[in-house]
């Protein structure tokens, strides 16, 4: 008798969903609309809603809108999700998940979720420097968002590090708030599009440093300079600001169960199967080529049907 | 009384966007502050919160940095 109630309370607390979505990016979102149509039993788990569509500037490549923001289309996602009702989980972190029995248990910081199977659609997010001081300065004059924080750096000298596009876009943003920009790269020459590196070249607010490495971020409470090393020699660089823009980097790091490739993108098949049957993965965080909000939203659609179809064929015993 | 809110924060931050939507949701009435228009607030938010980082909400004195739904709502007493 005891053990039965014991069993039951266990069955009370994790209750088994048809589907767990990690994330509610393009992918994840259109994937839960996907999945609310197919009225499955189902849950949303992200750590924030848009993904990197809502931190796009202008956006006109997705069918539909022939110019629409970056967080105005993450706006019109959300509605979008919204409106089914869907239950979510925001601000909520996966840890990890592993199979257990006919499914997965999935782990976040706040609690465990059963499920019968899992759509991986976490995304990327911004690469770090890995450097001494980048996390103590984290906010503190560091960010990995010019369009957030660069109107607090009015009249500062700040640096750029990277040197493709959005290093480039950080730049031109900067260009109108700071005193003055020094772009450090570890490349020869800056590598974006040739109309943004005109603007930023001929501007008298910037220094490019080429063949340079970040190899400190120092100061006291806030940020107040870096050290940066070129052709062996260290020197150090007065700023108040540091904008890493060095690229973008899979949120894989929970998916120890799952086959990734050497940048840590989760390899899927046609049909966003990974290695591990019942968990599907979708958009940036896969190794699907081109990253682009339109691909990953169809991802995430065939992510759902393949989930849709694998529940069929895999019906739950007893 | 309701609680004195403000929320320092910049139009361009998805974060920013989230935490107003989710003060409007529960009816909470607050002040927003421009950061990126008024340099003077940007730097009582740096002063407030000892970082950078938009938003910083000021509920009645308990500062909250970034979206922290948690936070906001112990803060409100939601």
């Known amino acids: 008798m005891v053990l039965i109630k014991k069993?039951?309370?266990?069955?009370?607390?994790?209750?088994?969903?048809?589907?767990?979505?990690?994330?509610?990016?393009?992918?994840?979102?259109?994937?839960?609309?996907?999945?609310?149509?197919?009225?499955?039993?189902?849950?949303?788990?992200?750590?924030?809603?848009?993904?990197?569509?809502?931190?796009?500037?202008?956006?006109?490549?997705?069918?539909?809108?022939?110019?629409?923001?970056?967080?105005?289309?993450?706006?019109?996602?959300?509605?979008?999700?919204r409106q089914y009702k869907i239950p979510l989980k925001e601000?909520?972190?996966?840890?990890?998940?592993?199979?257990?029995?006919d499914g997965f248990i999935v782990k976040t910081a706040k609690g465990e979720y059963r499920s019968r199977t899992v759509i991986v659609a976490s995304g990327k997010r911004s690469k770090e420097l890995g450097v001494p001081?980048?996390?103590?300065?984290?906010?503190?004059?560091?960010?990995?968002?010019?369009?957030?924080?660069?109107?607090?750096?009015?009249?500062?000298?700040?640096?750029?590090?990277?040197?493709?596009?959005?290093?480039?876009?950080?730049?031109?943003?900067?260009?109108?708030?700071?005193?003055?920009?020094?772009?450090?790269?570890?490349?020869?020459?800056?590598?974006?599009?040739?109309v943004m590196r005109e603007q930023v070249e001929t501007s008298p607010l910037v220094t490019v440093m080429n063949n340079a490495r970040v190899a400190a971020v120092t100061g006291d409470k806030f940020v107040s300079g870096i050290t940066i090393v070129k052709n062996g020699l260290e020197e150090k660089l007065q700023v108040q600001g540091v904008f890493v823009e060095i690229g973008l980097t899979p949120n894989s790091y929970f998916c120890t169960i799952l086959e990734k490739n050497q940048i840590g993108e989760i390899k899927v098949t046609i049909q966003n199967e990974t290695n591990v049957p019942g968990v599907f993965a979708c958009g940036d965080v896969t190794d699907v080529p081109e990253k682009q909000i339109i691909i990953a939203a169809g991802e995430g659609a065939k992510a759902a049907l393949g989930v849709f179809r694998y529940l069929i064929q895999n019906p739950l015993h007893g | 009384m309701p609680k004195q809110v403000k929320v320092y924060s910049t139009p361009t931050c998805p974060y920013c966007i989230r935490a107003k939507q989710y003060l409007?949701?529960?009816?909470?009435?607050?002040?927003?502050?421009?950061?990126?228009?008024?340099?003077?607030?940007?730097?009582?938010?740096?002063?407030?919160?000892?970082?950078?980082?938009?938003?910083?909400?000021?509920?009645?004195?308990?500062?909250?940095?970034?979206?922290?739904?948690?936070?906001?709502?112990?803060a409100l007493g939601l």
């Open chain 1, 133 to 194: 001081g980048e996390k103590e300065f984290k906010n503190r004059g560091l960010t990995y968002c010019a369009t957030c924080d660069g109107p607090l750096f009015s009249g500062k000298d700040v640096a750029v590090i990277g040197g493709g596009n959005s290093a480039l876009d950080a730049a031109i943003q900067l260009m109108k708030i700071a005193r003055h920009i020094t772009i450090v790269t570890s490349a020869g020459s800056l590598t974006g599009d040739s």
């Open chain 1, 91 to 101: 601000t909520e972190e996966v840890e990890d998940f592993r199979r257990d029995g």
């Open chain 1, 7 to 81: 069993r039951l309370k266990t069955r009370l607390v994790y209750k088994m969903y048809d589907l767990i979505i990690i994330g509610a990016g393009p992918a994840g979102i259109t994937a839960s609309v996907y999945a609310a149509r197919k009225r499955m039993n189902f849950l949303v788990i992200s750590r924030d809603i848009g993904g990197q569509t809502a931190w796009s500037g202008d956006i006109e490549n997705y069918t539909g809108y022939q110019f629409i923001s970056g967080p105005e289309l993450a706006a019109k996602f959300e509605e979008h999700m």
């Open chain 2, 24 to 74: 409007k949701e529960n009816n909470v009435t607050f002040e927003d502050i421009d950061v990126s228009a008024h340099e003077d607030a940007g730097q009582e938010m740096i002063q407030k919160s000892g970082q950078m980082g938009v938003p910083v909400l000021d509920i009645e004195g308990t500062i909250v940095v970034g979206f922290d739904k948690e936070k906001i709502k112990n």
